[in-house]
């Protein structure tokens, strides 16, 4: 089976839903922030701070050209994966791309909580970028889910139920 790739804004609930998803349906899961972080021994915050953004989004490229020849994975993503089309090109030749979608203000309670997202610190910039960013969701995704009020359980079945559907309609 094809990957199942989750895509959305900080604190969407990627990482979460993701391993539930994986539960559920027997894939395996991966979530690219912390591979990334396992493989250099260093938090994502360390990354930004020693090496920058840029540093990070060369390895999380470097991850999407690794995944791209991948089958059977739920893959949780970085909220940053949009950025670069090279990214999306290679993920989306062999998976569903799936959009979780929250409002801004739920997604900033979440992101902030955790010292793990520099660039969930300012509202203000956290709002910006949201609004930058959610064209490039929108046109990645084969499905969009309404994240709004609802659980992590009912979210993961969610997605499993849209995914097989959206198999089965595709030639
Ligand atoms: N549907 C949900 N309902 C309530 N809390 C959630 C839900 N999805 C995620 N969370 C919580 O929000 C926080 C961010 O979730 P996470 O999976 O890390 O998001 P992402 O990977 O998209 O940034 C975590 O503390 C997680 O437990
Ligand atoms: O949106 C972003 O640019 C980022 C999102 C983070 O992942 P989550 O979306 O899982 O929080 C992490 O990759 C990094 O802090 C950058
Ligand atoms: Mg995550």
Not at 2 to 12: E, Q, S
Not at 29 to 49: G, L, M, P
Not at 117 to 134: H, N, Q, S, W
């Amino acid at each position: 089976m094809k990957n199942i790739v989750l895509i959305g804004y900080m604190g969407a609930g990627k990482t979460t839903v993701g391993a539930v998803i994986a539960s559920y349906s027997g894939l395996g899961f991966i979530d690219t922030d912390k591979y990334i972080v396992n493989r250099v021994h260093r938090s994502i915050k360390k990354i930004f701070e020693e090496d920058g953004e840029k540093t990070f989004r060369r390895m999380e490229n470097r991850l999407c050209r690794f995944l791209q020849h991948q089958d059977n994975l739920v893959i949780a993503t970085g909220g940053g994966v949009i950025l670069n089309d090279d990214n999306m090109w290679r993920l989306k030749g062999n998976s569903v791309v799936v959009y979780i979608k929250n409002n801004i203000k739920t997604l900033y309670e979440r992101a902030k909580k955790t010292e793990t997202r520099p660039l969930a610190r300012d509202y203000g910039e956290f709002i910006k970028r949201f609004v930058d960013r959610e064209p490039l969701y929108e046109k990645y995704a084969d499905i969009i889910i309404n994240a709004e009020y609802k659980s992590v359980r009912d979210l993961a079945g969610e997605i499993v139920f849209a995914v097989l559907k959206f198999n089965e309609t595709r030639i």
